[in-house]
Every structure is written in structure tokens, then in C-alpha cells.
């Protein structure tokens, strides 16, 4: 459980769901459930906060009275400064921008601030919005890696980091957190996310959120966050990148909805609206999912942005006819701003207004969020960064490396561990070859989505190693392989390490022989293989998850030479590596680990730092198998499960929460509180875990559960709490965990509303998704 999402709603939400007891309705029992079903509709009413201080909304009301349509408008457009332009300027000072986003020199942000602030009649100044995703000077790992953490604490450090730098920069607007359930690992932003389950997606949503804004929105020297992209983009066709999301009601709230849902209870002040169809209706242009959904049934305050160009993109999308009507489609359906790097559709909006389209009203509600935000950020009182504090707050601050550090370490996955070859004793390895084309790529290292860091500060693999190994011990390092998009990145202009000139078959002959040469020299081979950071992210989905170039057959001859192996991969999804299962005999998935990620890894391999992640998504055999998750629907048949190709086994090669350790654990004793409770009401699992094994490691305890029947089919098992623990040899630890309605409702196909249903539910707590000790209760 991931405790404080649970005290802080747990609670709330119980309260609430008794409440709805006393006037439980006969109709909804009877529509939702089979004849025997007790059913009470669970609150499911807005339940979002109030982000903003009556103060913030009572500036804000009196500001709107003075101000004219054209200064309301222009508070709703956002531009993209890549570079300085005239045009943006004059822009700025007509009051024609409410937002600027990627201006990161403390300089141009005062420069272009005092244009807003002096331009305008009332002083508004500008939002200055920016990707800070993984951290801001200071690189964490990428979110799917801080996933795999299970440790939502480590997780809002690092978004409070990356929000207080960010912060003294002069930024006041990240779009983080994204909280796209993936559950196609081809979609290359499932490095983006918290992976396929949405429990473990909302809690790493609220975890960011706070981080990120601090205890509340306006939180000093914090940030205002962004939850994206609402919604359903993770299920885009194929994992094609901003492909067509075709999900049914049951699918949308149970699993792609409910981490918005989560932010949004956290507090995120805003939310972008994604670039996709979601049946059949652009998410930027859905008035249900923007209105209905996100104000109507949650209770939003905040306020919208669209994903950048998606206003006028409705357009070549098939749905608006040109930039006006898309324009008018976004703002009807509840975009509050546009965000844009080349379009400003909603220029168009005074036009609109003229013609009796939108009227003032709707204008006061759209820019009315926007304008309290700034009020509640203290954007009127402090428009301007102090350049000197904001640069000498920006400067390498070892303590916050220190964090990046350890979240590389508790990030790690330990896949594979024959013979207990990890961790490595130093004494046994004298000459060590560390080959491969991610061994001492610093640009890889860090990930994507990194900006305003200083190369100077990321510690490789090969660094982390030399730095750790002690005299006498030998270290050769060599890439093996080249590894190159076939199709040049959209973003490789923003990459500050250069992409290296393309090897010749020549040279690449030479390359290959000359690491096989140095394996051969060495008593251990550690292989550094994965993705280059640009084959994943945004604008980079593939076809196959294949181990990219010449890697598979660089791994094979290194294998064959018959030393002992450790295979670290750098990339953030999962990758074939079905041969390296069968012989390598240690596999450790390091992600993209950050800017200290070569310290973390050797302190992992040389047991400074124990493995204690898990997987946050199911590793499949090959792509063929995709999508393949945990939490699948039974069949008529479930014994067949196994066999449903008949080529190879439907299971995948690790399950979801998987992760070993360098110690072993038990986990017994599970017991419920009660075995029958009625809807509404609550009962505690708890169970004991147990170091068995010789060093202090971490292990994450979850909890699955299941509802054996209903007025809708269930999944075969869904987390619904987790805890990571640290133990001692021999030290026991209890867990707690609490299923309440939150946990216990779901939304039903057939009842076409929240339940929460009479039924027998099995109990599963474990270490992964296979979890075997297990119980059950009855809700009656
Ligand atoms: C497009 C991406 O989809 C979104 O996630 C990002 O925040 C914006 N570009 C701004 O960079």
C-alpha cells in the first residue's frame, strides 16, 4: 500500500462510501449485479481539491472585472521560444501570451518577463513551462526506472529536486507527471510512465505531484505540474507513436483513467489534453473526457493545455475544418490553453467572439484557472528570477547527486543471477572487459528528455567502474558495435553530446574484433547493451524489441569464449533478450540511470548497493506476444493459458514485479481481519516478511487481488498495495495492507457505473505478480 495516497483517501473515501450505504439505490443494485449481488454505487462524486486560496480566486475575479476580451484572450495561448524571435516579443508585449515554454537562460526569462509585465495594463506576467521530467540539472533515472523503484517516497525527492531547481531557474511549470498506463512496450514514450498497472501509475502520479508542487500548489520555490496526456494515449494501435486509441468505458476507467484521477486528488493544478483519436474523437477536442469526465464527475479547479500544436492538428486529424473551427472545437470542449510551436489557433478565438460563438462568459471561465494559478504561484509578487541566485542555484549540488544516486541503485532490476556470479568479488577478477555501445555514452546514460543538466556531471559505466576498482585490477572498455536509429531523431539538435560520425564496414569489422580480443584477455566480461536513449522517448516507437544493431551477435561471440558474463541493459523498455535468459548467467536492467548511473551500477555489481527493484511492467518472450500484461481477463478455459500460441508458451519471461536480490526472503503468515465484511467497509491484510539470506536487501511485498464474480468479468489479478522494505539477516517485518472501497470497487460494463459488489475475493500477497501464499474473503 502505498500508505499515504491510502491516509489521505483510505479514509475520505470510506467515510464517503458509507455515507452512500444509507441510500444505496435498489435500482443500481438491480441494473448492476446477478440477483444475489448486494451493490452500492461506491462515491464516486468530484471529489478533486480546491488548489487555489480564496485569496488567489478573489484577484482573480476582481482582475477579470477590468479586463478587456482581447487581454483575457491572450492570456490563453502558449508559444514554444526555441529561439529569439521579434514576432514572439511583440507578442508578449501586446498581452497576445498567457505562457512561454523552453526559454531556460535566467536572462531571457527576465528580458522576455518585464515585455509581459511593463506591456500589460495590470502587470500579468508570464508562465515560464518547460519538460522537467526526470530532473532539471540534477538527472535522476527516467520515470519508467523510478517506477521500478516501488518507492514512492524516492520518487517525490527526486520530483521535488528537479522542481526546486527547475524553480531557481526561473521556471514555474513542468509537464510531468506523465501517467500513461503502456502496455505496449513498441510505444517508446512506456519510458515516460510507471509501466502497465495503474495502481502502481497513480501511485507514482501522486508521488510526482507533491514532489513537484510541494504540499500544496504555490508551495515556494516549487513548481505547478502538469498530468498527461488525457488520456488513453498509452493504448495507441501497435505502439505507434500518436496512433488511434480505440478503449472501451470498462477499460478507460478501470485501468487509463484512474492515475489522472490520482494525480488530480494529489493536487496537480493542470492537465494536458493528448494528441490522439480516442474512439474516434480527438482527445483535444473531447468534451466528455474534458468536461463531463475531468470537471464534471472529478471536480477539476485547474486548468487544460493542449499538447503542443494538438488545437490546430484537429485539423489534418479529420475532425475541425480548418484553424478556426478547430480552435472553437478545442476551447467548447474545455481548453483552456493552447500550447503551440508554430500554429496559435486560438488567435482566432476574438473572431469567434465576435460572431457570437463563444460568448463572454465562457472566455471569463477559461482564462479564469490561468489567472489564479499565477495568483496562487506568486507570479504578481515575484515576476522576475534574481539571475545570480538562479545561476548559483543551478550549480552541481553533490548532496542531490547523492539522490540521483541512490534512485539509480533502488531503480536496478535484478533479471538473472546463476550461481550467484553477482555480486562480483573483487578479489576473483583481476583484468575486466566492459563491452558494448552503452558502456561510456553519457548522453545514454542520462536517458531522454534532459535539457538543462551539464554533460560534465554524468558518471558512465565504464567511469563508475574505474573509479571503483582497486589496485592491480585492470579495466578495457570498448563498444563492440555502433548502435543508430535507422531514421534520424526529431530531437537530436537538442542533444549535447554529440552523435558520433557512422562507422564504415571497415571500421566496424575492427571495432567488433578488437572488444572480442579484449574479452578474450579478461576474467569477466561485462556486457553493456540496450538502447541509445533516442530509440525510446517520444517520436520513437519500434516494430521489434530486438536488442538494436549488431548487439545479439556481439553478446553470442563474447558468450562463447566461455568467461563469466554479467549483461547490464541501459533502456526503458522490455527488450528480447530470450538467448541471454538461456546464457548469460547475470542480467541486471540499470535503465537509464541518470547522471550518477555509473556509480550505481558498480556499487550494484560489486554489492556496495543490494538489487531491490521490480519490474513495473510484464517482460514478454518476444514481441510477438504483445500486448501482454497480468492483469488480463480470465477464459472460459484459464487452464490453457500456457498454451494459447502453439508455438511457445503464452507466460512471459519475467512477470510483472519481478526483481531478485542479493539475499532471499520469505513471505507467510498472510491473514485477514475478517473473512466477511459488507460493501463499504474495510479489512486488513497483513503478512510477515522475513530476510532470509546473508546481507541487508530490500524487498517489495505486494498485494493482489481478485473478484471471483460479478456483474462484469474481473481481471485474474490486480495490485492493490505494495511496500518496499529494507531488513537485516533474519529480521521480520510486518505489512500492512487495507482494502477499502477504493480498492475493492471497479467499473462495470454492465452496470455502466461504479460498483462495488457482493462476491468472494481472492487475496494474494508475494513478491511478484505470481504470488502463490494466499486467502480469501467474502463482501456480502
Ligand atoms: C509534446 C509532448 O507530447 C508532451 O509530452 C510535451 O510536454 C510537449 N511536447 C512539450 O514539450
Known sequence: MFASLNDHHGNHALR???????????????????????????????????????????????????????????????????????????????????????????????????????????????????????????????????????????????????????????????FAPMVDVARDPRWGRIVEGAGEDPYLNAAMATAQVRGIQGPSL??????????????????????????????????????????????????????MSAYMDLNDVPATGNRWLLRDVLRGQWGFKGFVVSDNNAVNDLVPHGYASDRRDAALRAFKSGVN??????????????????????????????????????????????????EAKARAAVQRAPEYQAEAR??????????????????????????IALI???????????????????????????????????????????PGVQIRRTTPSPFESIFKEKTPPVWDAAHAGEEFEKALAMAGKADLVVLALGEKQDMIGESASRSTLALPGDQQRLMERVVALGKPVVLLLVNGRPLDIGWAHAHVPAILELWYPGAQGGTAAANLLFGAASPGGKLPFTWPRNVGQVPLYYGHNLTQDPSEQDRRYWNEPGSPLFPFGYGLSYST??????????????AGESIEATAVVENTGPVTADQVVQLYLHQRYGSASRPVRELKGFERVTLRPAEKKTVRFT??????????????????????????????????????????
Request: glycine letters at 8%; hydrophobic letters at 45%.
Open 406 to 431: 541512490l534512485a539509480a541503485e533502488r531503480s536496478a532490476v535484478l533479471l538473472r543471477n546463476e550461481g550467484n556470479l553477482l555480486p562480483l568479488d573483487p578479489a576473483a577478477y583481476k583484468r
Open 218 to 271: 504555490g508551495t515556494p520555490g516549487r513548481l505547478l505540474a502538469t498530468v498527461k496526456h488525457f488520456a488513453g494515449y498509452g493504448a495507441s494501435e501497435g505502439g505507434r507513436d500518436h496512433d488511434a486509441a480505440n478503449l472501451s468505458d470498462a477499460q478507460l476507467q478501470n485501468v487509463y483513467l484512474p492515475p489522472f484521477r490520482a494525480a488530480i486528488r494529489a493536487g496537480a493544478g493542470t492537465i
Open 337 to 386: 490553453m493552447e500550447m503551440a510551436s508554430y500554429s496559435n489557433a486560438y488567435a482566432t478565438l476574438r473572431e469567434a467572439f465576435d460572431q457570437h460563438a463563444i460568448d463572454a462568459a465562457e472566455v471569463d471561465a477559461a482564462v479564469r484557472p490561468i489567472l489564479a494559478t499565477k495568483f496562487q504561484l506568486g507570479l504578481f509578487e515575484h515576476p522576475y528570477v534574481d
Open 739 to 780: 482494502l477499502g472501497p477504493d480498492e475493492l470497487r471497479y467499473w462495470s460494463a454492465s452496470a455502466h457505473d461504479w460498483v462495488n459488489e457482493a462476491s468472494t475475493f481472492d487475496v494474494w500477497v508475494g513478491t511478484d505478480s505470481r504470488a502463490t501464499l494466499t486467502t480469501t474473503f467474502i463482501q456480502q
Open 665 to 678: 526472503f520469505k513471505v507467510g503468515e498472510l491473514h485477514l481481519s475478517k473473512t466477511r465484511i459488507h
Open 436 to 478: 558494448g555501445p552503452l558502456a561510456d555514452s553519457r548522453q545514454d546514460t542520462l536517458g531522454p528528455w534532459v535539457f538543462a543538466h551539464d554533460l560534465d556531471d554524468t558518471v558512465t559505466i565504464a567511469q563508475g567502474l574505474r573509479t571503483r576498482l582497486g589496485a592491480g585490477q585492470t579495466l578495457d572498455v570498448a
Open 16 to 174: 464517503r462510501s458509507l455515507a452512500n450505504v444509507a441510500c444505496w439505490s435498489i435500482a443500481g443494485a438491480l441494473a448492476a449485479g446477478p440477483a444475489s449481488a448486494a451493490v452500492v454505487r461506491p462515491a464516486t462524486g468530484p471529489d478533486a481539491p480546491a488548489i487555489f486560496s480564496a485569496e488567489s480566486l478573489a484577484r482573480t475575479d476582481t482582475l477579470l472585472r477590468k479586463m478587456t476580451v482581447d487581454e483575457k484572450l491572450g492570456q490563453l495561448s502558449q508559444l514554444f521560444q526555441f529561439r529569439k524571435s521579434s514576432k514572439l516579443d511583440g507578442m508578449v508585449r501586446e498581452g497576445k501570451l498567457g505562457s512561454v515554454l523552453f526559454v531556460t537562460d535566467p536572462a531571457e526569462i527576465n528580458r522576455l518577463q518585464h515585455l509581459a509585465v511593463e506591456g500589460s495594463r495590470f502587470g500579468i506576467p508570464l508562465l515560464f513551462g518547460s519538460d522537467v521530467v526526470h530532473g532539471y540539472r540534477t538527472i535522476f533515472p527516467v520515470p519508467i526506472a523510478l517506477a521500478a523503484s516501488w518507492d514512492p517516497a524516492l520518487v517525490e525527492r527526486a520530483s521535488a529536486i528537479g522542481a526546486i531547481e527547475a524553480r531557481a531557474g526561473g521556471i514555474g511549470w513542468t
